[in-house]
């Protein structure tokens, strides 16, 4: 068995066919993505003309499953096929996705954002426990960048390409493409294996916890699984104080990014093609961080995600001073929200992506399902609670003041990151033995 996917673990990637197979289909499935993204917020914000707390619980119809499904969905992830999990995904986003073709009202976006969100949160961690099956151990933070950079490369073609259809042949046929994205993207997934591609170069880091979620896997029950998955991602060395940052940044940054819709509108004349190469803008900016994260080697992962913080707050809070400042001077106006954009993609390139490899890093592939739905679990609550107090923010005192407190907050985020004590790192002996006992212990 295995033999068409043997793979030379001292080879590139780029010679590990199942690994480009799997980043393939995330390219396509991450492009059909963000043109569905962009078709919503033009037609709920800019064409419906949605309040802000209809914009809001946009928002939380898409983050809300997530929330209450993430780990029992990365226990499943541990369970079952990550293939057919993520192909049967796919399978039925093309429905739901279609069917927003058809929605006239809000509640039906509602609707059918918490029927793909529940799909989606199924997809995410088996695609991550299916990179850590194909990649050898010493390759797991080129692999990340790599899926890092196919993410961020998705948010410049995705809304360029989206602001186009919407401008030429209407919102429909964003929600087409993306549901044929979907579709090519289950199809792709048929070639890679449904075994593990990596037994023995993986055995060595993780041998005993394979052994001890074998046996665990047979009799323990779904909430038991969530628990290991806490557990050990709370012993896993700089992950618990590098989750609250990244929590803490994520629920802050939502006080503005979530009400960016209305703080475009206050701009005479915008038109939906400034929000789409705004998107474009953030994620060239966080495509050039994600491909910059490893060779910057000298600054170790906790002051990267600092510095990203401390850019991403002083750009939003500038982004909404210079709408009130200068609300009127058309194009000038346009190419400096754009730049600032592309600026705060690079502060967010450097407080996610090297938290992302972190735990890529650190985590077992035996537990990956658990220890990512657990994750996602806590990054939706702040993707949750964020909207919530911007849309209150938004509410009370308008859309600036929103924008420029989330600056400030993230801000001082940063700064207190990096005066933070640095604990004292962990050699990766020691790592690999310590999480072999927390393993020990969960069974």
């Given at each position: 068995?295995?033999?068409?996917?043997?793979i030379?673990?001292?080879?590139?990637?780029?010679q590990?066919?199942?690994?480009?197979t799997?980043?393939?289909?995330?390219?396509?499935?991450?492009?059909?993505?963000?043109?569905?993204?962009?078709?919503i917020f033009t037609?709920?914000?800019?064409?419906?003309?949605?309040?802000?707390?209809?914009?809001?619980?946009?928002?939380?119809?898409?983050?809300?499953?997530i929330l209450?499904?993430?780990p029992?969905?990365?226990?499943l992830?541990?369970?079952?096929?990550?293939?057919?999990l993520?192909?049967t995904?796919?399978?039925?986003?093309?429905?739901?996705v279609?069917?927003?073709?058809?929605?006239?009202?809000?509640?039906?976006v509602?609707?059918?954002?918490?029927?793909?969100?529940?799909?989606d949160?199924?997809?995410?961690?088996?695609?991550?426990g299916k990179?850590?099956?194909?990649?050898?151990h010493?390759?797991?933070?080129?692999?990340v960048?790599?899926?890092?950079?196919?993410?961020?490369?998705?948010?410049?073609?995705?809304?360029?390409?989206?602001g186009?259809?919407?401008?030429?042949?209407?919102?429909?046929?964003?929600?087409v493409?993306?549901?044929?994205?979907?579709?090519?993207?289950g199809?792709?997934?048929?070639?890679?294996?449904?075994?593990?591609?990596?037994?023995?170069?993986n055995?060595?880091?993780t041998?005993?916890e394979?052994?001890?979620?074998?046996?665990?896997?047979?009799?323990?029950?779904?909430?038991k699984?969530?628990?290991?998955?806490?557990?050990?991602?709370?012993?896993?060395p700089?992950i618990g104080?590098?989750?609250?940052l990244?929590?803490?940044?994520?629920l802050?940054?939502?006080?503005?990014?979530?009400?960016?819709?209305?703080?475009?509108?206050?701009?005479?004349?915008?038109?939906?093609?400034?929000?789409?190469w705004c998107v474009?803008?953030?994620?060239v900016?966080?495509?050039?961080?994600?491909?910059?994260?490893?060779?910057?080697?000298?600054?170790g992962?906790?002051?990267?995600?600092?510095?990203?913080?401390a850019?991403?707050?002083?750009?939003?809070g500038?982004?909404?001073v210079?709408v009130?400042?200068w609300?009127s001077?058309g194009?000038?106006?346009?190419?400096?929200l754009?730049?600032?954009?592309?600026?705060?993609?690079?502060?967010?390139g450097?407080?996610i992506?090297?938290?992302?490899?972190?735990?890529?890093?650190?985590?077992?592939?035996?537990m990956?399902?658990?220890?990512?739905?657990?994750?996602?679990?806590?990054?939706t609550?702040?993707?949750?609670?964020?909207p919530?107090?911007?849309?209150?923010?938004?509410?009370?005192?308008?859309?600036?003041?929103?924008?420029?407190?989330?600056?400030?907050?993230?801000?001082l985020?940063?700064?207190?990151y990096?005066?933070?004590?640095?604990?004292?790192?962990?050699?990766?002996?020691?790592s690999?033995?310590?999480?072999?006992?927390?393993?020990?212990?969960?069974?």
């Amino acid at each position: 068995m295995g033999s068409k996917y043997a793979i030379d673990v001292q080879g590139s990637l780029k010679q590990n066919r199942p690994f480009v197979t799997l980043m393939v289909s995330q390219a396509i499935s991450n492009l059909g993505d963000w043109l569905h993204l962009l078709a919503i917020f033009t037609l709920v914000g800019l064409r419906w003309n949605a309040t802000p707390w209809e914009i809001t619980f946009v928002t939380l119809s898409a983050a809300l499953p997530i929330l209450l499904t993430g780990p029992f969905a990365g226990a499943l992830a541990d369970r079952l096929n990550r293939k057919w999990l993520m192909i049967t995904a796919d399978g039925a986003r093309i429905v739901i996705v279609g069917a927003l073709i058809f929605a006239d009202q809000i509640w039906h976006v509602y609707v059918l954002l918490v029927l793909k969100s529940l799909f989606d949160v199924v997809f995410s961690p088996a695609k991550n426990g299916k990179l850590k099956e194909l990649v050898p151990h010493h390759q797991l933070a080129q692999a990340v960048s790599i899926s890092s950079v196919i993410e961020q490369m998705s948010k410049i073609i995705g809304p360029a390409l989206g602001g186009l259809l919407v401008a030429a042949f209407g919102v429909a046929w964003c929600f087409v493409l993306d549901a044929s994205s979907f579709l090519i993207s289950g199809i792709i997934l048929l070639w890679i294996p449904g075994y593990r591609v990596i037994q023995q170069a993986n055995s060595d880091v993780t041998g005993a916890e394979e052994q001890t979620a074998s046996s665990s896997q047979s009799k323990s029950s779904f909430w038991k699984e969530t628990l290991e998955g806490i557990r050990m991602l709370a012993s896993l060395p700089h992950i618990g104080t590098s989750l609250l940052l990244l929590a803490a940044a994520i629920l802050f940054l939502q006080f503005a990014d979530s009400q960016t819709v209305v703080l475009f509108r206050q701009l005479p004349g915008i038109s939906g093609d400034l929000l789409g190469w705004c998107v474009a803008a953030s994620g060239v900016g966080t495509l050039l961080a994600a491909m910059s994260v490893r060779k910057w080697k000298t600054a170790g992962h906790g002051l990267k995600m600092g510095l990203g913080t401390a850019v991403t707050g002083l750009v939003i809070g500038t982004a909404g001073v210079v709408v009130s400042v200068w609300p009127s001077a058309g194009l000038g106006a346009h190419l400096l929200l754009i730049s600032l954009f592309a600026l705060a993609g690079v502060g967010i390139g450097f407080a996610i992506v090297p938290f992302q490899i972190l735990l890529q890093e650190q985590t077992p592939e035996p537990m990956t399902g658990r220890v990512f739905g657990t994750v996602g679990s806590v990054m939706t609550t702040s993707n949750i609670f964020g909207p919530v107090v911007g849309g209150l923010l938004v509410t009370s005192f308008g859309v600036i003041p929103a924008f420029v407190s989330s600056g400030i907050l993230l801000t001082l985020l940063g700064v207190l990151y990096l005066f933070k004590p640095k604990g004292k790192k962990m050699p990766v002996e020691e790592s690999v033995a310590s999480k072999t006992a927390v393993s020990g212990e969960l069974s």
